[in-house]
């Protein structure tokens, strides 16, 4: 149970951040004074990221209710699997994040907040494989008896 | 016992239209308060090559032959708007062909410097533009031949847009349109003189 609140809390807080660094781009200016989003471009830079994390959160989430699957027999390499879960789901989810703060990054030079953000989603949709298997086990697991 | 629906009386026709015509004018005032500003009309008068007084033309005036009327004011046109950067997403340009009277011309969106916002900001400061966007013009132009008058109508639209923004965005607040295509105007003026001259003497 542990092991599934403390995944589900990184995936919440990423796509916090994530969120959280979009908005950052609608009050903060550049070097000359220049706003980096308007307030109508959040929804359209958002969007994006909202598709992603909507997609994985509300697996997750389900699972909290549904469980599918049945329990592994055995639980002897458990706290491996869940250091191993913890990698994955971090090696996922910091990319996505690096690429969307890519214009606090670099100080503006890239082609555009919604671009880094597309960036970010493909990355996603390749690394996918990552978080697949590790979901399906830790949230779609019936608990053991 | 129940007494029957009592019937009320339908609006009359007459009513209906006096609301409907107010409303009609209250609309037209509030929109035309917002946009009043955006348009603008000028005029280019032009003489034939016969016409020159005493037989010589002065070189302020544009002198087109008969039939080469079209073809001048787009080329004019045309070499105006490329030399203020300006691209033409409509009409589609065929080369040698006129841009018809009446057709309105669109160019693409073109970034405006910060010393224009602030040049447009002294000049209009029941319109000052907030400093922290940037700015670009789109500009609709048309044009017609009455008697010996090029009549252009044109319409600055300002878009705005954050440095990370992905696209432009029209921007709602008031602003002085004229102060955006004046330079444009000063140009095709210049221009359809430029090819008064260049077509006067085959």
């Known amino acids: 149970m542990k092991s599934r609140i403390i995944l589900t809390a990184i995936w919440l807080l990423a796509f916090a951040f994530g969120v959280g660094i979009i908005e950052s781009y609608l009050h903060i200016r550049d070097e000359q004074g220049i706003r980096i989003l308007l307030a109508e471009d959040r929804i359209a830079c958002m969007r994006p990221l909202l598709v992603l994390y909507g997609a994985y959160i509300s697996g997750i989430l389900a699972f909290w209710y549904l469980r599918p699957f049945r329990p592994s027999p055995s639980d002897k390499v458990e706290r491996v699997r869940f250091r191993l879960a913890i990698a994955c789901t971090l090696a996922f989810n910091a990319p996505i994040l690096y690429l969307v703060a890519q214009w606090h990054v670099t100080g503006g030079t890239t082609q555009g907040v919604l671009a880094d953000v597309r960036t970010a989603v493909t990355w996603a949709a390749l690394a996918s494989f990552l978080v697949g298997p590790v979901n399906l086990y830790y949230f779609g697991m019936k608990p053991r008896s | ?202």
């Not at chain 2, 969106?109 to 400093?131: F, K, W, Y």
Request: glycine fraction near 6%; charge should be neutral.
């Open chain 2, 1 to 202: 016992m129940s007494h029957p629906p009592s019937k009320r009386p339908l609006p009359r026709v007459e009513s209906l239209a006096k609301l409907g015509f107010a409303a009609l004018a209250v609309a037209v005032l509030v929109l035309s308060s917002c946009a009043s500003t955006q348009v603008e009309t000028f005029t280019v008068e032009f003489q034939r090559p016969a016409m020159g007084a005493g037989g010589t033309q002065t070189a302020d005036v544009v002198i087109i032959r008969p039939g080469m009327e079209l073809l001048t004011v787009t080329t004019a046109i045309l070499n105006a708007l490329g030399q203020l950067s300006f691209g033409i997403e409509d009409p589609e340009i065929v080369p040698g062909e006129a841009i018809p009277e009446r057709h309105n011309v669109r160019t693409d969106i073109v970034p405006i410097g910060q010393e224009s916002i602030r040049a447009h900001n002294d000049q209009s400061q029941a319109m000052v533009l907030p400093a922290d966007a940037l700015y670009g013009v789109r500009l609709e132009l048309s044009y017609k031949i009455v008697r010996s008058e090029f009549y252009f109508v044109t319409r600055s639209v300002l878009y705005m847009r954050g440095s990370g923004s992905p696209t432009w965005r029209e921007y709602k607040g008031s602003y002085d349109g004229r102060f955006f295509f004046a330079p444009v105007r000063d140009v095709l003026i210049k221009r359809l003189k430029d090819e008064s001259d260049a077509r006067r003497d085959p």
